[in-house]
């Protein structure tokens, strides 16, 4: 794990906005760099927009292979032709969001002239600036209207932030499996992470791009840390219960302390170990940050309803019944606040024992949910049916 | 429009498309325990309304979303409180209100979200109900009252009587009501609340806010024009 090379700068699309942007926080970026990726066809009406927002350590290769891992796109079995987000009849665009690690730019991109990468220096951003950074990114496609905004998790945060922030640019909103505000629990879980990647030597005070050496097993711990949390405790036991990796083979051989021993400590390790050759540690710390910044309502004066206020956006709601991370209560204020606000809201708790990670997989009654849905704002938005 | 599902008007079930019928064009309408959402479908393809649905059975939730319509998972005992005030012009509530934990409480919440309130229930009023109450002594199994007592969601049952009383004492007026068998004939009985109290297999109000008509008193006579 140690000898895992550091990211290779890939060539990614995309655009660069040579006047930089102001963050929330008061620091500004002389430079913009988004990276996106889109899939079907812009209608002439310029109305057919669907803007994919991706979770934490998601990227913009939505329903294509990674360039990296070779593996299909996060949400090939979502996005695609003939799929509930149907690229035959809907322009897909997917931007890697600011701060992240794969063509956007983030701690790892270059801070002067000089080929200084920013690394810890890089400004702590929010959901807000990622939003903005993407809204940057929709005005430059001469895009004046999403159809619509979607995502989950913290792509489902996205598409809140976006609903709140662009109300008139926005005809409907997807939040999946998420929450309005980052939970203790849930800030809990990531500084684990956080602290795993700073207490590997490797990380070198987080100027580890300056040899060639990356933090690799802190940040295989923070993966393996969130990756149990996106999971059920139903979907570890089906995967994997108590089986053991390797049995001793002979009654002499002892069980070791140290090596693999159930299937699910080798699972986790597989999961930390893949993670790390496609992401950048000072990345992780960032976007973590941004998920815990996180807190619509407390924008708002408290009331979540007041960021929704007059909005004419649909929302869709989704939760999972097995998701304890984002749990379904969570998804349940938010329709409850767009209640007050007036807004029209879907709102479906799908069954799964899949845990977080079920919006990312094979749930027939999610994507039925997710098409229907879409279909029926198509109808109201005047979208002409695809034949 | 391909994968959607459209259905059509004359498979409405009955006591839905007499509710249809007392509900203007263009207006926004909440049907509150809405299933599939048949109703606020029609509602939106026939009539041009702003129609939005809540239910508590997430199969139900999940098939009306996935045709296209905007319904949210929700109770209506716990969920009506988070609407503000004025924000329908109907709240609809069809053959719900007899299963809710707090009708009264559901009922002031309609009326409070909506300017007008639609209710529809099935009258436990009925003769086929009383006689069978009176024959046998045991908790009535009819068409409309068909799961036994011990298994029922039907934990509030009232008559067509009981719920003008109720009306009177809340202070609604009564703008429109009428009484129909199961298959929706309105005979000339409607007319009269003691003969429809006594005939109707289900009754549907249209109330007002405040009342600046009293409500009819039951036995006053004049029923509705109908729909």
């Keep these: 794990m140690d000898q895992t090379a550091p990211l290779a700068d890939l060539p990614h699309q995309h655009v660069l906005f040579a006047d930089g942007m102001a963050l929330e926080c008061g620091a500004s970026l002389p430079e913009l760099a988004v990276a996106y990726r889109t899939y079907g ?3 002439a009406e310029r109305s057919n927009a669907v803007l994919v927002c991706h979770a934490l350590t998601g990227d913009q290769y939505v329903a294509e292979p990674h360039p990296i891992t070779g593996k299909d796109g996060w949400w090939d079995a979502v996005v695609g032709p003939g799929r ?4 035959g009849r809907y322009f897909v665009i997917c931007a890697n969001v600011l701060g992240g690690c794969m063509g956007s730019t983030g701690p790892r991109s270059l801070r002067d002239a000089a080929g200084t990468r920013w690394g810890t220096d890089f400004p702590p951003v929010t959901i807000r600036d990622m939003v903005r950074a993407q809204k940057r990114l929709i005005d430059h496609l001469g895009i004046s209207r999403l159809f619509a905004v979607i995502g989950g998790s913290m792509g489902g945060m996205q598409a809140l932030q976006w609903a709140a922030d ?3 640019a926005v005809f409907a909103a997807l939040p999946i499996a998420t929450a309005a505000y980052h939970s203790a629990q849930n800030i809990a879980f990531h500084e684990v992470g956080r602290q ?5 030597p490797d990380w070198q005070g987080g100027r580890y791009w300056q040899t060639e050496r990356i933090p690799a097993r802190g940040l295989a711990v923070a993966r393996m840390c969130a990756h149990i949390t996106y999971l059920s405790e139903e ?5 994997f219960g108590r089986r053991l990796q390797d049995a001793p083979k002979s009654a002499g051989e002892a069980i070791s302390l140290f090596g693999d021993m159930f299937e699910v400590e080798s699972y986790l390790h597989h999961q930390g170990s893949t993670f790390v050759r496609r ?3 000072n990345s992780y710390l960032t976007i973590t940050r941004a998920m815990d910044y996180f807190d619509l309502a407390a924008d708002h004066g408290g009331d979540l309803a007041t960021a929704f206020r007059g909005t004419t956006t649909r929302f869709l709601l989704v939760s999972f019944t097995s998701d304890w991370l984002f749990p379904t209560a969570e998804s349940r204020a938010i329709a409850r606040a767009l209640n007050r606000a007036g807004a029209n809201v879907s709102f479906v708790e799908i069954p799964s024992d899949k ?3 079920a919006f990312l997989l094979d749930e027939p009654d999610f994507h039925r949910t997710l098409a229907g849905f879409l279909s029926g704002c198509a109808a109201r938005a005047g979208l002409a049916a695809h034949d | 429009m391909t994968d959607q599902v459209r259905f059509l008007a004359k498979n409405l079930r009955v006591d839905l498309r007499l509710i249809a019928g007392m509900i203007e064009p263009s207006t926004r309408v909440l049907d509150i325990g809405c299933g599939d959402g048949t109703l606020i479908d029609e509602l939106f393809t026939t009539k041009g309304c702003d129609a939005r649905g809540i239910e508590i059975d997430m199969a139900e939730v999940t098939r009306a979303v996935a045709h296209g319509l905007p319904v949210m998972h929700g109770d209506a005992d716990s969920d009506l409180a988070h609407y503000p005030d004025d924000a329908f012009d109907y709240v609809v509530l069809s053959r719900t209100l007899q299963a809710v934990e707090r009708p009264r409480e559901v009922l002031r919440q309609m009326l409070r979200i909506g300017t007008r309130a639609v209710v529809s229930f099935p009258n436990f009023g ?10 046998r002594g045991r908790m009535p199994m009819t068409a409309t009252w068909d799961r036994m007592w011990y298994e029922t969601p039907n934990i509030h049952p009232c008559t067509i009587h009981d719920f003008f009383d109720l009306c009177a004492v809340e202070g609604y007026a009564v703008e429109r009501w009428l009484a129909a068998d199961e298959a929706g004939r309105r005979a000339p009985w409607r007319r009269f609340p003691r003969l429809a109290n006594l005939f109707g297999e289900q009754a549907v109000f249209l109330l007002r806010r405040g009342a600046m008509l009293p409500p009819r008193p039951p036995g006053a006579g004049g029923g509705s024009s109908g729909g």
């Design chain 1, 41 to 43: 066809a812009l209608n």
């Design chain 1, 84 to 87: 509930p987000i149907d690229t």
């Design chain 1, 166 to 168: 662009y109300p008139d």
């Design chain 1, 196 to 200: 795993a990647i700073f207490a590997d």
């Design chain 1, 235 to 239: 979907a570890l036991a089906r995967k």
């Design chain 1, 279 to 281: 992401f950048d540690a």
């Design chain 1, 355 to 357: 845990g977080h990670d």
């Design chain 2, 126 to 135: 009925h003769w086929l109900v009383r006689w069978q109450l009176l024959r």
